[in-house]
Structure formats: structure tokens, C-alpha cells
């Protein structure tokens, strides 16, 4: 397992759409288990592949209920919405307010490429919808709402 350098606002790439994983490799293994390691070293929920510099569909997220890891998550269906503080660690220092679906169900592959469905509500209907943006190249600045826009200052 390794820790990745995660991309900051201004990369290219964080706004380039993902590649679908077509065979699911070692590479691709060792890539979950290396977005894992550095989404848990930076303090984060959720890490998709693009901010690791790596243009494929792969995601990993961990509210606290455990690890999801996803191959080619698809959104399947919402309901509701809500609206709530936002960050990334594409973008640290930063939060928004963002509406987002209530509840989340998202179909995807896991690392045997057994189909698997994830539903959510809370942090991880947010967690869900924020790290399958990441694959189509959108940052939840492009959906916050006007002027909640807000910096924080690290205090350690």
C-alpha cells in the first residue's frame, strides 16, 4: 500500500471525465487499496481515482460504517433534498453549502467484480453523489449555493 499525492483545484485532470474499468486488474486492486490508505492519512470520507491522478471509474468511501469500495459506480436513483457543508481534499481549507439528494442508491462493481448496490442517506448520500462527480470531471464548487462559499483555518 502507498499514500498518493492528492490533486489540488487547478489540476487539469480533476476535470476530465473517467474511463470505465473494463477488466478489473492488480493495478486496479493495488489502486483501491492506495485510495484507501491515502483518503484514511488525509483525514477524509471518500477518494475517487481522478484525485489521485488516475482517469479511471474507481471510488472508496468510509463515513465510519467501514470501506465501500467502487468500480464503476452508476447512480441509480434519488429521492429528496437537503442542503449542507461541503468539502473535498482536492480542496482543502474550503467548504460550501450544497443541496444534495436525501437519500442515494448507487449500483457499482467491487474489487472481485461481484455487482454491488449501496444505498445512503446523511453523509453518505453526500459521500456517494460528491465522489461519482469527481468521475465525470465536477467539483462540488460548480453546484454550491451563492455566496456560502467559506475558509477555515487549520488550528494544529
Known amino acids: 500500500m ?18 470505465e474499468v473494463k477488466e478489473i486488474t ?3 486492486t493495488t489502486l483501491l487499496d492506495d485510495m484507501a490508505d ?22 472508496v468511501i468510509d463515513t465510519g460504517e467501514g470501506l465501500i469500495e467502487m468500480i464503476n ?9 437537503v442542503v449542507g457543508d461541503e468539502g473535498c481534499l482536492s480542496l482543502p481549507g474550503k467548504t460550501a453549502q ?7 442508491k448507487v449500483e457499482a462493481l467491487d474489487r472481485n467484480g461481484e455487482k454491488i448496490v449501496v444505498e445512503g442517506t446523511e ?10 462527480d469527481h468521475l465525470d470531471g465536477i467539483l462540488y464548487t460548480d453546484k454550491a449555493l451563492p455566496d456560502t462559499e467559506t475558509i477555515w483555518e487549520d488550528k494544529e
Not at 2 to 19: F, N, P, S, T, V
Not at 52 to 58: A, D
Open 98 to 104: 450544497v443541496e444534495r439528494p436525501e437519500y442515494v
Open 26 to 28: 492488480p493495478k486496479i
Open 73 to 81: 459506480p452508476v447512480v441509480v436513483e434519488t429521492k429528496g433534498a
Open 38 to 59: 491515502t483518503m484514511y492519512q488525509a483525514n477524509g470520507v471518500g477518494l475517487a481515482a481522478p484525485q489521485v491522478g488516475i482517469l479511471k471509474r474507481v471510488v
Open 123 to 132: 453523509l453518505l448520500a453526500v459521500a456517494l453523489c460528491h465522489e461519482t
Open 2 to 19: 502507498a499514500i498518493r499525492e492528492i490533486r489540488l483545484k487547478g489540476d487539469e485532470i480533476l476535470r476530465k471525465k473517467c474511463k
